[in-house]
T-cell receptor
Framework: AQSVAQPEDQVNVAEGNPLTVKCTYS??????LFWYVQYPNRGLQFLLK??????LVKGSYGFEAEFNKSQTSFHLKKPSALVSDSALYFC?????????????FGKGTRLSVIA | GAGVSQSPSNKVTEKGKDVELRCDPI?????LYWYRQSLGQGLEFLIY????????KSGLPSDRFSAERTGGSVSTLTIQRTQQEDSAVYLC??????????FGSGTRLTVV
């Protein structure tokens, strides 16, 4: 079975500081990994994905994530946080061998960037 | 349209009533998914349509929940005899391949 763990319910960071939102996963075979962001009363917006290739993936709004197969992690990072980055972040996984099956999500991490 | 469209955006209903939630996916996307997001929870898979195959209903929480997808496009999620625990945000997503999942803005359902 596939699963995703986001160990932190809440991450607080000062504006201008680097931020990290952690994600680890469990899947049989090779994973497809995703990060989505959710602003209040909105749906999920795609940030970035890892399918294959370079382990460092760059996405929207200056975010990036690094796929680490040995640690089964896909942490989301940004060098300099903005107040506008405050939102709920979800990591998700899909096994590459399972076809277009539903994504399995973590419980989400609320990021708060303080001015 | 350019994105996934869901309607209504908000729905308040009385306990025991039936509700229908609509999802209009991106044109050409063969896969369509329904998820539920309860307060303080992550996203829970409900049902999934892939092309002309029989839907995967393994995530539906009870037989009060059903969904259909007409003509491989628009989908309707129906909840019969709503209960207060059905209150949640219902999200729809569509995709063409393994990495293009696009979500709608969701329907916030409140059962009073």
């Amino acid at each position: 079975a596939q699963s995703v763990a986001q160990p932190e319910d809440q991450v607080n960071v000062a504006e201008g500081n680097p931020l990290t939102v952690k994600c680890t996963y469990s899947v049989s075979g090779n994973p497809y990994l995703f990060w989505y962001v959710q602003y209040p009363n909105r749906g999920l917006q795609f940030l970035l994905k890892y399918i294959t290739g370079d382990n460092l993936v760059k996405g929207s709004y200056g975010f990036e994530a690094e796929f680490n197969k040995s640690q089964t992690s896909f942490h989301l990072k940004k060098p300099s946080a903005l107040v506008s980055d405050s939102a709920l972040y979800f990591c998700a996984v899909r096994a590459s061998s399972s076809g277009n099956t539903p994504l399995v999500f973590g419980k989400g991490t609320r990021l708060s960037v303080i001015a | 349209g350019a994105g996934v469209s869901q309607s209504p955006s908000n729905k308040v209903t009385e306990k025991g009533k039936d509700v229908e939630l609509r999802c209009d996916p991106i044109s050409g996307h063969t896969a369509l998914y329904w998820y539920r997001q309860s307060l303080g929870q992550g996203l829970e898979f409900l049902i999934y349509f892939q092309g002309n195959s029989a839907p995967d209903k393994s995530g539906l929480p009870s037989d009060r929940f059903s969904a259909e997808r007409t003509g491989g496009s628009v989908s309707t999620l129906t909840i019969q005899r709503t209960q207060q625990e059905d209150s949640a945000v219902y999200l729809c997503a569509s995709s063409l391949d393994l990495g293009s999942d696009t979500f709608g803005s969701g329907t916030r359902l409140t059962v009073v």
